[in-house]
């Protein structure tokens, strides 16, 4: 059978699980939702990232009532696709049960690793939108690309948040995240489940514009599975037993005090089994 085919096959049996996921529960694992629920904010370069990383934000609104945000930093690169985008973005997030935010009405424009430089000013505008989002929310924990992931979006808003943290005088973590490029030190490795692997892919396939093109959400659960064969090593440590789940993602989570990043969190493994709560996660 050509990967075609067996792409096509595969796509066939996740729209019929989609439709019997229904929407996303709130679990009561023990120990149990949190009496004051902590927000979340996920800055995502592009619509369809709170979805390939969204598996620790997913993971905290369903087993602790979380309050789950994405915020669109931009809606790609081509005019006319954007409102269809942000049309696209919102199906998704409704998928996982994540609010959907954005900076201005079509989101950010030039975020890139050398707009502080070429662009002073407009830089400076992106910062204090940024900034006033976290300032406004809140969160206890934001996920934004790490500093080398190899896409020149992703890059600038790595960027573009720290500056904004520092900006906004945040108090947080931050879970620096990958797709284009591996990091160097992840140090959470969060599994996902059958079903809620089984959710992100769905609410990928919302994007439907981007898909068309590509059908990477056919290809997600081979990258989460390579997490769980890297993390087992660098997160656990070499020579380690490697977990026995099948799909994880990968995650640096850096405490951030008044702005300044300072220092990692330790090295932790968090299996499905175990609800994930402010007490795990937060220092």
């Known amino acids: ?38 927000r979340c904010l996920v800055f995502a370069p592009h619509p369809d990232d709170e979805c390939i990383v969204g598996a620790l934000p997913l993971r905290l ?3 602790a009532g979380w309050r789950v945000a994405n915020v669109a930093v931009t809606l790609g690169s081509n005019p006319e696709r954007r409102a269809a985008r942000w049309a696209e973005l919102r199906d998704a997030c ?48 934001v996920l934004a690309p790490h500093a080398r992931d190899d896409n020149p979006s992703h890059i600038g808003v790595h960027h573009l948040v720290v500056e904004a943290l520092a900006a906004a005088r945040s108090n947080t973590v931050l879970a620096l995240t990958e797709f284009w490029s591996t990091q160097e030190a992840p140090n959470a490795l969060v599994q996902t489940g059958i079903a809620d692997t089984a959710r992100l892919i769905a609410a990928l396939e919302r994007h439907a514009g981007e898909i068309e ?51 990692d969190l330790p090295r932790r493994v968090f299996p499905a089994d175990q609800a994930l709560t402010s007490a795990l996660l937060l220092p």
């Not at 019929?16 to 229904?22: E, P, V």
């Not at 590509?214 to 490697?242: C, K, M, Q, T």
């Open 1 to 38: 059978m050509s990967p075609e085919a067996d792409l096509a096959r595969w796509r066939e049996h996740l729209t019929r699980f989609a439709d019997l996921l229904g929407p996303p529960p709130d679990r009561q694992a023990p120990p149990g939702r949190e009496p004051q629920p902590q």
């Open 213 to 263: 093109r590509n059908p990477y959400h056919l290809r997600l659960p081979a990258f989460l599975a390579d997490a769980v064969r890297r993390g087992g090593e660098l997160v656990l440590g070499a020579g380690e037993a490697p977990p026995d789940f099948a799909f994880a993602t990968l995650y640096r989570l850096v405490a951030c005090h008044g702005g300044r990043l300072a220092g």
């Open 94 to 141: 409704g998928v996982l049960g994540f609010e959907c935010l954005r900076p201005g009405a079509d989101g950010l424009t030039d975020v890139r690793p050398d707009t502080a430089e070429r662009e002073p000013a407009l830089w400076r505008s992106h910062v204090q939108a940024i900034a006033a989002l976290l300032a406004e929310h809140r969160p206890a924990l």
């Open 61 to 63: 609104k369903q087993e």
